[in-house]
């Protein structure tokens, strides 16, 4: 199989979706029938490809995409130029690693688009107006012409047939993101200031669904009753978004500017060093896609405190302290961190699901179904068309 993998995003860091593409660039290079791997991405990712060690050679060529940074830019060189790319790279299918607008009759071979969450439906406040309008269109045509969809989770898959029709969900697999165990962790802290002190670890955007603001009113909560050491520090880990003003107003607000600390385009492996030093990872969530800190804090050995939601229960299983938010959401949300702290650290949960010798496996068997169906179609249409012919018989 020759397989493009679109990873061209509007982020020049590390987000969850480069993390969610690199990593499953590197489960497919793990498998003998991939002949070729071509992947693509923005002029301002092109540095990011050495740090997760996709390093062109034998299988593996990378792309840059002509394209600018704009929204607008990217849309139409996802719609206009991807289908000219896989045409000359003589591609068996296009994988999609995020929803991006589909060209469908453009393409010479099928399409797969990775479906991570249905936020412009769900919780629209992520974009704000009129943008949200933009995305649910963008998603809908994407999820609409692609020929299947690969759910991050049950949860996401869910969603998927609460918003969309049968003609859509029908095309869905569950084809979870790829969690590895970190192979070490860096000997120095990206916390250029940090001397010691005990920190409290959240990896999230700043955006409406990851809660940050609720987060720190917890936080603000347990220093001010004393039942956490005074010391101690939040550190919030994630790009920059719709909801930083309102988090750095209300960090002012709760006296916390000493205490907190964000962070944002940390490695992978500065990111390991949090999850390793942190004395618990916490996820306040109002709704999620998958939940990938959750994952890698459980790999690290760590204690999870998280909202009781569908995907981060299905993500942390039994080893997660759940709490259900409502009106009481920061005191319930500070004391679940307070037993949690009191409890001792887990040994690292590995789960094999997360694995990328089981998913490349899925990948596998997806990608095939799908080049042999688009085969069989494209086989058909030419015996039609040659039927067609016999019948109208010889031009005079």
């Not at 249905?118 to 809908?140: C, D, H, Q, S, W």
Request: aromatic share 8%.
């Amino acid at each position: 199989m020759k397989i493009l993998l679109s990873a061209a995003s509007f982020s020049s860091g590390i987000s969850g979706l480069q993390r969610h593409a690199f990593n499953a660039a590197h489960c497919l290079l793990e498998r003998p029938e991939i002949a070729a791997l071509h992947v693509v991405v923005a002029p301002w990712q092109a540095e990011l490809l050495p740090q997760v060690g996709l390093i062109p050679g034998g299988r593996l060529s990378t792309h840059i995409a002509e394209m600018g940074h704009s929204s607008l830019s990217r849309n139409w060189w996802h719609y206009r130029k991807l289908p000219q790319l896989a045409a000359a790279l003589d591609v068996d299918l296009v994988h999609f690693t995020f929803p991006m607008p589909v060209h469908a009759t453009a393409f010479p071979c099928p399409t797969v688009v990775t479906l991570h969450d249905m936020y412009p439906y769900e919780i629209p406040a992520n974009f704000g107006f009129p943008k949200f309008v933009f995305n649910r269109i963008t998603l809908r045509q994407c999820l609409a012409n692609a020929d299947a969809i690969a759910c991050v989770s049950r949860a996401t898959k869910r969603r998927l047939r609460e918003y969309m029709p049968e003609a859509v969900w029908a095309k869905a697999t569950r084809i979870y993101n790829c969690v590895e165990p970190a192979q070490r962790a860096p000997a120095t802290t990206p916390m250029a200031d940090w001397s010691g002190e005990q920190f409290l670890l959240c990896v999230a955007q700043h955006r409406r669904n990851k809660n940050v603001p609720l987060l720190l009113g917890s936080f603000a909560r347990l220093l001010r009753l004393g039942q956490i050491d005074s010391g101690s520090r939040l550190v919030v880990v994630g790009m920059t978004g719709p909801d930083t003003p309102r988090i750095v107003k209300l960090i002012a607000h709760l006296g916390l500017s000493k205490r907190v600390l964000l962070l944002e385009g940390l490695s992978d492996a500065e990111l390991q060093w949090c999850y390793t030093h942190c004395e618990a990872l916490l996820a306040p969530s109002i709704t999620e896609g998958f939940g990938l800190p959750v994952a890698e804090a459980l790999m690290a050995g760590g204690r999870v405190v998280c909202s009781d939601i569908a995907p981060l229960r299905e993500v942390g299983g039994e080893h997660c302290r759940y709490v259900a938010l409502g009106a009481d959401g920061e005191a319930l949300f500070a004391e679940a961190i307070r037993e949690a702290l009191r409890a001792p650290k887990r040994e690292p949960v590995v789960n094999l699901q997360f694995s990328r010798a089981v998913l490349a496996e899925q990948y596998i068997e997806l990608y095939g179904s799908l080049i042999a169906s688009f085969a069989a179609k494209r086989s058909a249409r030419r015996a039609e068309a040659v039927h067609a012919e016999t019948l109208e018989g010889p031009s005079l």
